[in-house]
C-alpha cells in the first residue's frame, strides 16, 4: 500500500508540474488578433425633382419596394399653372406657324390687286395728260413749266403703280421662306417648354428606382417636400458589404480576390467572405504608434469583403468578427 501510495504521490506531482508547465506556457503565448467590422448596404434617397406638397406616402418602414413602385406623390398648383401657360403658348406659336404658312387671307390678297389696278389705271391718265400737254406746248399754247409739272406727274403715278404692284405680288406670294422658318421653330421652342413642364409635372409622381427595404420615411401627407429632399430611404441587403480597418502589418492577409471565414453574432453562424476592394489611401485619422525601435507607425486601411452566398436576416450595422493566429500574421 505504501508503494501505490508513492506512485500515486508522483503521478499526482508530476501531473500538477505538467499542468503548470502548461499553463504558463500557453499564458505567453502570442494571443491571436481578432478583427471586427461592420456590415453595411446600398442605401438609396428617393425625392423629387421639383418643391411640393405631399399628398400621399404609400410605403412604411420596413416595407419591401420593388423598381417603379409608386412611393409618393405631390401637390403642386404652380406646376399646373406653368404647364397652362406653355400649352397657351404652344398654340399661340402654332398659330403664327399656320399664318405664315398660308399667307395673306384671300380678302387682303383682293384688295392688294385692287389697289394696283387703281395705281395703274392713274398711270395711264397721266400719262394721257402729259401727252396732250406736251402737245400744246409745242404748239405755243401752254409754258413749258406746265409741261414739267404733267411729266413729273406721271412719274410719280408710275412709281405709285411700281409699288402697288409689289404689294399685291407681295400678298400673293406669303411669307418669306426665313419668316416660314423661324415660325416654325418657335413651335418648336414652345413644344419643348410643354414637354419641360410636363415632364415636372410627372415627377409629381414618384417611383422607385431601385428595390429594397423603407428604412426611413422623412415626411408625411400635407409636409413641405423642398426640391431634392429625401422623402423615403430604401436599403437594398441584397448589396451588402463588410467593412473593416485592416492595420497595414495585417493588409498582406486582405489582398483583392482573398477569401476567409468571419463570425457574424447577430446571427449566431459564420460565413465566407471575399476582399472586394481595398482603400488606395490609408486612414491617417488612426495612427497607431509602434514601439519606437520599430521605426514607424501603423496606419490602417479601410476593406470591403462581400458574402460569397447571400446571408438570410442581414441587418446593417451588425459585427462581423474575424481571428487570424500568429502564425498567419507571421506568414
Known amino acids: 500500500m505504501k508503494y501505490l501510495s508513492a506512485v500515486f504521490t508522483v503521478i499526482l506531482f508530476i501531473g500538477i508540474a505538467a499542468w503548470t508547465s502548461f499553463s504558463f506556457w500557453h499564458a505567453y503565448q502570442p494571443k491571436p488578433v481578432k478583427l471586427q467590422g461592420q456590415i453595411e448596404a446600398e442605401e438609396y434617397?428617393?425625392?423629387?425633382?421639383?418643391?411640393?406638397?405631399?399628398?400621399?406616402?404609400?410605403?412604411?418602414k420596413g416595407e419591401q419596394v420593388t423598381k417603379d413602385q409608386l412611393i409618393f406623390t405631390l401637390e403642386s398648383p404652380e406646376i399646373d399653372a406653368?404647364?397652362?401657360?406653355a400649352k397657351a403658348g404652344e398654340k399661340a406659336a402654332g398659330a403664327m406657324a399656320q399664318k405664315a404658312r398660308t399667307g395673306a387671307r384671300g380678302q387682303q390678297i383682293?384688295?392688294?390687286?385692287?389697289?394696283?389696278?387703281?395705281?395703274?389705271?392713274?398711270?395711264r391718265l397721266m400719262e394721257k395728260t402729259y401727252g396732250r400737254i406736251n402737245t400744246l406746248f409745242k404748239d405755243g399754247v401752254v409754258a413749258e413749266q406746265k409741261k414739267d409739272e404733267a411729266f413729273t406727274r406721271w412719274q410719280a403715278a408710275q412709281y405709285t403703280e411700281n409699288a402697288a404692284r409689289q404689294m399685291y405680288e407681295m400678298a400673293r406670294e406669303g411669307a418669306r421662306k426665313e419668316t416660314r422658318q423661324a415660325a416654325e421653330e418657335k413651335v418648336n421652342m414652345a413644344a419643348g417648354a410643354v414637354a419641360e413642364v410636363?415632364?415636372?409635372?410627372?415627377?409629381?409622381?414618384i417611383k422607385s428606382w431601385f428595390k429594397g427595404e423603407v428604412a426611413q420615411v422623412m415626411l408625411s401627407k400635407g409636409e413641405l417636400a423642398p426640391q431634392g429632399f429625401p422623402v423615403v430611404t430604401v436599403v437594398d441587403m441584397e448589396d451588402a458589404w463588410a467593412v473593416f480597418n485592416i492595420r497595414e502589418d495585417l493588409l498582406s492577409r486582405f489582398k483583392k480576390g482573398?477569401?476567409?471565414?468571419?463570425?457574424i453574432p447577430a446571427l449566431d453562424r459564420d460565413s465566407e467572405f471575399q476582399v472586394t476592394h481595398v482603400a488606395v489611401m490609408g486612414d491617417f485619422a488612426t495612427w497607431r504608434t509602434t514601439d519606437a525601435g520599430k521605426g514607424f507607425d501603423m496606419k490602417t486601411f479601410e476593406v470591403e469583403a462581400r458574402p460569397v452566398a447571400p446571408l438570410k436576416d442581414l441587418r446593417v450595422g451588425m459585427s462581423v468578427l474575424v481571428n487570424i493566429t500568429q502564425t498567419e500574421i507571421q506568414e
Open 45 to 60: 434617397f428617393i425625392s423629387s425633382k421639383v418643391p411640393g406638397r405631399i399628398r400621399d406616402v404609400f410605403v412604411k
Open 82 to 85: 406653368k404647364l397652362q401657360q
Open 110 to 123: 383682293r384688295a392688294a390687286k385692287d389697289q394696283w389696278k387703281k395705281a395703274e389705271a392713274a398711270s
Open 198 to 205: 410636363e415632364a415636372y409635372k410627372a415627377d409629381t409622381r
Open 258 to 263: 482573398t477569401r476567409f471565414i468571419a463570425r
